[in-house]
């Protein structure tokens, strides 16, 4: 990344935005938050979150792609997990930033 800064500085924003469309999405932040927890496959997932397995599939995917968690695979199962602590940290940041501004994102036109 630091290389990515210093030849092309708008390029790091690009990233940076690409990053936070990651947590963007409330049923990837759903996911995330309850991998949290530890590793899980996607039947337990659906189960959980009360989603379909197409779903929960189609964002899994993207979370991979965009390195916030990771697969391993066991058998003919995939277990997920959070590829860093950091997405953790950006979760709990995430939440207690949502807490000092409950108020203000409630009249938020940033959809």
Not at 2 to 21: M, N, S, T
Request: charge should be neutral.
């Amino acid at each position: 990344m630091k290389a990515v800064a210093k030849q092309e500085p708008e390029r790091k924003y690009e990233f940076k935005a690409k990053l936070f469309k990651v947590f963007s999405d409330p049923t990837r932040l759903r996911i995330l938050e309850y991998l949290k927890d530890g590793e899980t496959n996607v039947s337990r997932l659906c189960e959980a979150l009360n989603l379909k397995q197409s779903t929960v599939s189609q964002h899994l995917r993207m979370l991979k792609e965009c390195g916030a968690v990771v697969a391993r695979k066991e058998g003919r199962e995939i277990f997920y997990t959070i590829r860093d602590p950091k997405v953790i940290e950006m979760l709990d940041l995430g939440e207690d930033l949502l807490v000092l501004t409950i108020e203000d994102m409630m009249s938020c036109v940033c959809e």
